[in-house]
């Protein structure tokens, strides 16, 4: 099929969505390593490891200060997980193929992408989890966060799946915004209690989200 008629996003979808995703056991072999690399350079510490679930479709929602955040932050999840990742980032050289062997899939932040979200609530419901970043994007170079979106919470409140809240310290100090690679330092991860969505009576899902994004925003900033 041509891409002519199609737009550079819809091309870079097709392309990422095409990729192949690592098997789970090469992963699962990669797991140690990337983990002792983690606590050797950034002395990682992880906390609160006893709230994730073993099985059943979940949501993980956590702040986003670098690159590494997504790599970090599964590795005490040894499950199959899939990432939303901004669809652009698929272009780039080398960081955008190892996001799609590590089975990342992308999506429009400009504007809705229903594929997406469909791909996204089949994959919940069978009983997956994925990591979901709420601010779209890095955070400040200080590390606070910017606004959530709501589409965590939506997704959730659709799939009827959990939320687990995942705070990130320490990553923008190791590798800011202003630098090509990441440095020495510090990061700790803070895996918090499962977050439940709970619509109101007559509330309409969207506002629920909105409400819901907001307690998960304060759950997750409250460990920076």
């Known amino acids: 099929m041509s891409d002519r008629g199609t737009s ?9 969505e095409a990729g192949e995703v690592l098997p789970q056991w090469a992963i699962e072999l990669a797991r140690p390593l990337v983990g002792f690399i983690s606590r050797l350079f950034w002395q990682l510490q992880q906390k609160g490891t006893e709230n994730i679930p ?8 956590s702040n986003h200060q670098a690159y ?28 955008g193929k190892l996001m799609s062997l590590l089975g990342a ?8 992408d229903p594929a997406a979200i469909r791909r ?3 994959w919940l419901r069978d009983g997956g989890a994925m990591v979901i970043f709420p601010e779209g994007q890095r955070a400040r170079p200080d590390g ?24 990130i310290r320490g990553a923008s100090r190791v ?45 997750i900033g409250s460990a920076l």
Not at 54 to 61: D, E, F, K, S
Not at 105 to 112: A, D, I, K, M, T
């Open 175 to 219: 590798w800011p915004s202003t630098r090509w690679f990441p440095r020495p330092g510090e990061i700790e991860i803070i895996y918090h209690p499962l977050h439940h969505i709970a619509q109101r009576p007559g509330e309409e899902p969207r506002a629920c989200a909105l409400r819901e994004s907001e307690k998960l925003a304060a759950v």
């Open 144 to 167: 606070s966060m910017l606004r959530f979106k709501a589409g965590a919470a939506r997704i959730a409140l659709e799939a009827g799946v959990p939320i687990l809240p995942v705070t």
């Open 105 to 112: 899939w992308p999506l429009q932040l400009e504007g809705s």
């Open 54 to 61: 073993l099985n059943g479709g979940l949501i993980i929602a």
């Open 68 to 95: 590494l955040d997504p790599f970090l932050l599964s590795l005490p999840i040894k499950r199959p997980i899939r990432f939303l990742a901004w669809n652009v980032a698929f272009e780039w050289p080398l960081v």
């Open 120 to 122: 996204s609530l089949q």
């Open 8 to 16: 550079p996003n819809q091309r870079t979808t097709a392309r990422a």
